[in-house]
Nanobody, 123 residues
Framework: QVQLAEAGGGSVQAGGSLRLSCAAS????????MAWYRRTPGKDREWVAK???????LYANFAKDRFTISQDSAGATLYLQMDNLKPEDTGVYYC?????????????????WGQGTQVTVSS
């Protein structure tokens, strides 16, 4: 069983930055699908960024050129660097992990989730 714990959320002004982290109970997750999702007020959960074992990174349109998903060398921690934050980025951000060696993963494939960390962006 993979356990995930997010950290790094907080409150910033528009244009500011935050770096979220997700610590995994397993030492190596680099062979799995990994992603960040978020839930903003009044909206369903939506994906933010994904990273696959082959190294490809995908970003939602709102995240492209502002957010960066990465992991440490050991594959034990997943990160989301968020720059130029906007008020509409406010919400709860979740770390998610899925199966190994998948060329692509969607919402239903992610079977491990963190508790979430709150991000608040003020204008």
């Amino acid at each position: 069983q993979v356990q995930l714990a997010e950290a790094g959320g907080g409150s910033v002004q528009a244009g500011g930055s935050l770096r979220l982290s997700c610590a995994a109970s397993e030492g190596t997750l680099s062979s799995r699908c990994m992603a960040w999702y978020r839930r903003t007020p009044g909206k369903d959960r939506e994906w933010v960024a994904k990273i696959y074992y082959h190294g490809d990174r995908l970003y939602a349109n709102f995240a492209k050129d502002r957010f960066t998903i990465s992991q440490d060398s050991a594959g034990a921690t997943l990160y989301l660097q968020m720059d130029n934050l906007k008020p509409e980025d406010t919400g709860v951000y979740y770390c998610a992990v899925g199966p190994e060696r998948r060329p692509y993963c969607e919402l239903r494939d992610f079977n491990y989730w963190g508790q979430g960390t709150q991000v608040t962006v003020s204008s």
